[in-house]
């Protein structure tokens, strides 16, 4: 049994739309998670898609606002997957690291434990609760908080490359990386200080493509297309 948080791309999530959620997409999620758990495992979601807010600044609105809409974007994310969640038949909760009414639940380890032992996925929704911090450092500080085996990160790109595929036609995707290599070089794959967090607290990750068939349950039995990003 492993204990895993998994980071949902708010774009991956969007599928051929590019704009909003596929419900498609995030049925399918469902089912791969609902898989994972029916194994034993324990398993955390973080969802991006404050992005749209998330490090505007303006002459309307200031960076500490806008970063604080962005973190109300993920709880919304969330309330909706989780919604679609207990449509295929799973028990969920979401918590959060401040107080929204009756939609959520403060976070803590004990809680979030505690659903972990009703075999409940978890939604760790709201970021860290604070501005300046994206949701790649509050999926690390989420995993590290509580003792999590490893993060997969599953993006609309299958894996972590030299440079821009998108631009690059002749970019190469790293098998295997080193986190310390992430921050030498700067590769911006995953946020700067979020991938010190993870090195620090020796948290490995995996990043893959959501849209490869069963990707997430092949990426947490570690074979799959993507990236490994060490810690050692």
């Known amino acids: 049994m492993s204990r ?26 469902a089912r791969q998670v609902k898989h994972l758990v029916k194994e034993g495992n324990d398993v955390g979601i973080v969802i991006g898609g404050g992005n749209f807010w998330r490090g505007r600044t303006g002459t309307e609105i200031d960076r500490v606002k806008s970063d604080q809409i962005g973190m109300l974007a993920t709880i919304m994310n969330c309330i ?41 996925v978890v939604f760790f929704a709201g970021g860290t609760g604070h501005p300046y911090f ?29 440079s821009d595929p998108a631009k690059n036609p002749n970019a190469k995707r790293y098998d295997t990386l080193p986190v310390q290599r992430i921050i030498d070089e700067n590769l911006q794959a995953i946020d700067m200080t979020a991938s010190i967090l993870a090195r620090d607290n020796k948290m490995p990750m995996r990043v ?17 297309n993507g990236t490994t990003v060490t810690v050692d």
């Open 134 to 162: 994206s949701t790649d450092t509050g999926v690390v500080l989420r995993a590290v908080e509580v003792d999590a085996d490893v993060i997969l990160m599953a993006k609309n790109i299958d894996g972590i490359y030299d």
């Open 80 to 120: 909706y997957v989780s919604e679609v969640f207990r449509g295929e038949g799973m028990d969920t909760n979401i918590l959060t690291p401040f107080e929204v009414g009756g939609f959520t639940k403060l976070f803590t380890k004990d809680r979030a434990n505690k659903y972990f032992a009703h075999h409940q």
């Open 208 to 224: 893959f493509d959501l849209n490869e068939e069963d990707g997430i349950i092949k990426a947490a039995s570690g074979k799959f």
């Open 4 to 29: 895993i948080i998994l980071k949902l791309s708010g774009e991956a999530l969007a599928g051929e739309h590019k704009t909003g959620f596929d419900l498609p997409t995030v049925q399918g999620v």
